[in-house]
Structure formats: C-alpha cells, structure tokens
C-alpha cells in the first residue's frame, strides 16, 4: 500500500500513574515483587544511575520520587530490554509502524500531554528521523473537557472556589481523529494503544496481523465503493452483499430500497481486530441498538454496562472475544470527502466515571468512547487476530511478562 494513504494514531497522552498505583500506595505483595524482580525491570539502569538502590525503600524512592515514574507519559517509559538498549513505548511504537508497510513514509500520530508538548515532539522527531517515520502530535482539545460533580450532584469546586473541569475522556479524541481525516485525504487510519507493543524480536508474530486488518479495510472500502456506484445506476445488488460480509446483523433483514441501502452504506467504516478472551480486561463485541433504533456491532466497554444486571452479566460472560484496540478506521466517502465524524457519534453512550480529586471524591462525565459511543452509528466489522498480537501493560509488573522479553 502506499504510504500516504495510511496513518498510525496512538493516544499517548496519559500519565502512567495507574502503572505505579500498587507501588506508590506501597502495596506490601507490589514491595516483594519490586524486591524479587528488581533485576529484571527495564528501568533499573536508569533507576540505579540516580543513586543508591539496594534496599527496597531506596528502589522505590528512585522510582516514585528520584525519577518520577508514575508522573511521566507512559510512551515515555522504558518498556523492553533489547541488544540495541531499552526501548521506550514511544520506541516501540516507530519501530513497528516502521515495519508495517513496505513503503517508508507512512505517518505515526501520536496524542501528548500539553505539558512540555514541544520538547516532547522534538524528542519524538528526533527518534523518528533515526527510524525514517515522519511524526505527528496533537493534543487532547481542552473545550472537550467536563465539569465534575460532587456527591450531592453539584458542581465540584476546587479549593480556590473555581469549578474543576477534566478532560472528557478518550471520546474526545474524536476532534484529532477529523483533523487527522482532513489532513490526509483518503488515508485509513490505524489505531493502537501506546502500551500495546512488543520488542522488535517479536514483530514478526505481529506485523502480519496488523497488514491484514489494514489490507481487509481497504478490500471492505474498494467494495463499498463499487457498491455506492452501483446504487447510482439503480443497481441494489452489490450493496446487499456488501452489508452481508458481517456489518448487518444475520438476523436482520436487509432493506430493498435504494435509499436505505445508501443511507446504510454511506458512512465510516470500523474494522476491530478481536483476540479470543482469556480474562483480559477489554471491550467485548456485541450487536446493540444505536440511538436511532438500528442494530450495529459495537464495541462495549464495561463501564458502560450494568454489570449488576444478570441477563448483561450472562452476556459478557459468554463473550468469547473482545477488542484490544487494534482497529483500523476509513473516514472517508466514495468521493475521498472526510465524514463529519459528529454526525455519527450515539450521544446515548456517554457515562459517568467515580474520581478523585485531592482525597475528595468526585464523579465525572466522559464522552462516548472513541471506538465505542462516538462511532456508534459507523459500520463495523470484527476480524479475528492472533493473541500475540495483545500484550498490554496495565500495571507495571506486566513490563515482567514474556510477551515483552526479547528473544
């Protein structure tokens, strides 16, 4: 494929202070482990470069306070031991997307936190120019955010007596994914988590996955295409085929009628890589009814979900595969124009969130989630991907799993 007509996206503009929640708590079971595996950590050199590290309590006082851990961008973090040294997840990152296509010069968009944002993109450009990856980086849009409320229900102030407002999520990411679909006329664009990598020892497990779900979407969209042509001449066969390959429900009838099948043909495409279910935590595939009453394959997280609720806690249970964002998305129509990408958001899907903010507890509104809510009303169709293609770092003990040893 060529390189300008795909792009990698990778939010990256979290702190990587749930990796270290255990550990700055000072969990008693997350201080063994520290001491057991201390030799194994892919910051200890760093960590023993700013002094003193023999003791449990100098081990985590280099990581909690010398060097900040938990208060860096997880990308920023040192993920893999390699022969070539560590590696961060920004890293990794370059690495693989450098490999994903045989043509150099795709781009690689990454989401970063405002703080020190030029330093940061230098950085990166720095890295990538070494890899030949051209680099791009936008933050998270600061009128997206949300005011918090307390336990009563009204606004949560601040102690200055200022409401306190926090970003909205990562369903607010749907402003940078439409500048990225106006910027790059007629790209897909492939989705990843930042700590969703693997060492360079293991791309070759991985890279074939990633084509495939890249090479299934543009096979989906060059259909549809022809598909939309068809109906311009009155021709509804191609589309209903179309919907058949997994966007329609099979119980569903599909409509006759030119109109309703342009109307079902004609807006972004989704394609979500899922791994069968193995405990991980992850957004489970489901066919859900949108905001205007059409059934659609949806990625549900379980925030979303009543999991009180027998009959939905009967339904995730039974789910035997769910997405570990590895998606790719088409944005644009037949005639290479980017959507409006609001105009297909399912407004119903925003939620509520339990926070909080200087020991006092808050909840918080967060939009519909990027690959949940907010492509609500786009097509999407799951394509079964390897299990070795998911290796994520929740906590920083998984840095310790061997999906992120090199080989």
């Known amino acids: 494929m060529d390189a300008q007509r795909v792009v990698r996206f990778v939010p990256a503009s979290g702190a990587a202070s749930r990796m270290f929640k255990a550990l700055v708590a000072r969990d008693k079971a997350?201080?063994?482990?520290?001491?057991?595996?201390?030799?194994?950590?892919?910051?200890?050199?760093m960590a023993e470069a700013t002094g003193p590290c023999g003791?449990?309590?100098?081990?985590?006082?280099?990581?909690?306070?010398r060097l900040d851990l938990p208060g860096r961008p997880k990308g920023a973090l040192p993920f893999h031991n390699e022969m070539g040294g560590v590696k961060t997840a920004f890293e990794a990152q370059l690495v693989e997307w450098s490999r994903t296509l045989e043509q150099p010069g795709a781009t690689l968009h990454f989401t970063l936190p405002a703080e020190d944002m030029p330093a940061r993109v230098e950085q990166l450009r720095a890295?990538?120019?070494?890899?030949?990856?051209?680099?791009?980086?936008?933050?998270?849009?600061?009128?997206?955010?949300?005011?918090?409320?307390?336990?009563?229900g009204a606004p949560f102030l601040k102690p200055d007596g200022t409401p306190l407002f926090r970003p909205g999520g990562h369903g607010a990411l749907l402003h940078n994914l439409a500048a990225i679909s106006r910027a790059h006329p007629g790209a897909l664009v492939s989705v990843?988590?930042?700590?969703?990598?693997?060492?360079?020892?293991?791309?070759?497990?991985?890279?074939?996955?990633?084509?495939?779900?890249?090479?299934?979407?543009?096979?989906?969209?060059?259909?549809?295409n022809v598909a939309l042509a068809a109906l311009r001449e009155g021709e509804v066969g191609p589309a209903q085929d179309w919907l058949r390959q997994g966007v329609a429900h099979p119980g569903e009838a599909i409509p006759p009628g030119a109109s309703e099948l342009w109307s079902m043909l004609d807006r972004p495409l989704l394609?979500?890589?899922?791994?069968?279910?193995?405990?991980?935590?992850?957004?489970?595939?489901?066919?859900?009814?949108d905001d205007r009453g059409v059934l659609r394959s949806q990625i549900v997280e379980?925030?979303?979900?009543?999991?009180?609720?027998?009959?939905?806690?009967?339904r995730v249970g039974r789910a035997t595969h769910f997405n570990p964002v590895d998606l790719v998305c088409a944005m644009h129509?037949?005639?290479?124009?980017?959507?409006?990408?609001?105009?297909?958001?399912?407004?119903?899907?925003?939620?509520?969130?339990?926070?909080?903010?200087a020991g006092q507890p808050l909840k918080g509104l967060e939009h519909p989630g990027l690959w949940n809510g907010a492509m609500g009303r786009w097509n999407t169709v799951f394509v079964e991907v390897d299990l070795r293609t998911f290796a994520p770092v929740k906590t920083v003990f998984d840095l310790l799993r061997p999906a992120h040893r090199s080989e």
């Open 127 to 152: 890295l990538a120019n070494l890899i030949g990856v051209p680099v791009e980086a936008s933050v998270q849009d600061p009128s997206t955010d949300t005011v918090a409320l307390d336990a009563e």
């Open 55 to 65: 003791t449990r309590e100098e081990r985590w006082s280099a990581i909690v306070e």
């Open 271 to 289: 394609v979500a890589g899922m791994v069968q279910n193995e405990g991980e935590p992850g957004g489970g595939p489901f066919w859900l009814r």
């Open 192 to 224: 990843k988590n930042i700590d969703n990598v693997r060492p360079t020892s293991a791309l070759e497990q991985v890279v074939p996955w990633r084509q495939a779900l890249i090479g299934r979407t543009e096979d989906l969209i060059a259909s549809r």
């Open 302 to 314: 379980s925030a979303e979900m009543d999991v009180s609720d027998p009959v939905i806690q009967d």
């Open 333 to 357: 129509d037949d005639r290479g124009e980017p959507y409006d990408l609001e105009a297909f958001v399912d407004a119903s899907r925003d939620f509520l969130v339990s926070k909080s903010f």
């Open 30 to 45: 997350a201080m063994e482990q520290l001491d057991a595996r201390w030799d194994e950590f892919p910051f200890r050199s």
